[in-house]
């Protein structure tokens, strides 16, 4: 009987403990404006070229001036959101290692169980990291770059 009370806390206690909420958890609605997402697959050809996948949100604007747009998590890959000409955009490279500081394939852990055209975009409020889930994301037409991508 002792043996059965033990096991019976033991599973208890995992339990609780696999129910707490993920550092990761999304959020049901954000505090931002979203009009429409959508990426465009990029290549180059340069000898040791890369390719990737280029995001734009187009007027994502947050609602409070506490917030902070972060980065934005898809397939496999995690960026940073940069502001550019009345919208953010990232630039998402399908290669392990960047001298830039540009986004990278993630190895190994990725926090999210995304669809093909869904992303997370991450936001800072009042100090504290929180995630958004977006959909339908569009995709458009792919670029070639001879001479490898932009800097912007």
Same mark, same amino acid.
């Given at each position: 009987? =002792?043996?059965?009370? $033990?096991?019976?806390?033991?599973?208890?206690?995992? +339990?609780? +403990?696999? +129910? %707490?909420? @993920?550092?990761?958890?999304?959020?049901?609605?954000?505090?931002?404006?979203?009009?429409?997402?959508y990426l465009q697959n990029w290549t180059t050809?340069?000898?040791? #070229? @890369? $390719?990737? /996948?280029?995001?734009?949100? $187009?007027?994502?604007? !947050?609602?409070? %001036?506490s917030i902070k747009m972060d980065s934005v998590y898809f397939r496999k890959m995690k960026g940073k959101l940069i502001p550019l000409k009345g919208q953010y955009f990232s630039r998402l490279t399908k290669r392990l290692t960047n001298e830039e500081g540009n986004a990278l394939t993630t190895k190994g852990f990725f926090p999210f169980q995304l669809e093909n055209r869904e992303c997370v975009i %991450?936001?800072?409020?009042? #100090?504290?990291? =929180?995630?958004?889930? /977006? %959909?339908?994301?569009?995709? =458009?037409? #792919? /670029?070639?770059? !001879?001479? #490898?991508?932009?800097?912007?």
């Open positions: 009987m =002792k043996a059965l009370k $033990s096991i019976t806390l033991i599973v208890l206690f995992i +339990c609780i +403990c696999n +129910c %707490s909420p @993920s550092k990761y958890a999304l959020q049901k609605q954000a505090p931002i404006q979203l009009t429409q997402t050809g340069v000898a040791i #070229g @890369s $390719s990737g /996948v280029n995001l734009y949100f $187009s007027n994502l604007y !947050p609602n409070h %001036s %991450s936001y800072i409020e009042n #100090g504290t990291t =929180k995630y958004y889930k /977006v %959909s339908n994301i569009e995709e =458009k037409e #792919g /670029v070639y770059y !001879p001479e #490898g991508p932009p800097i912007n």
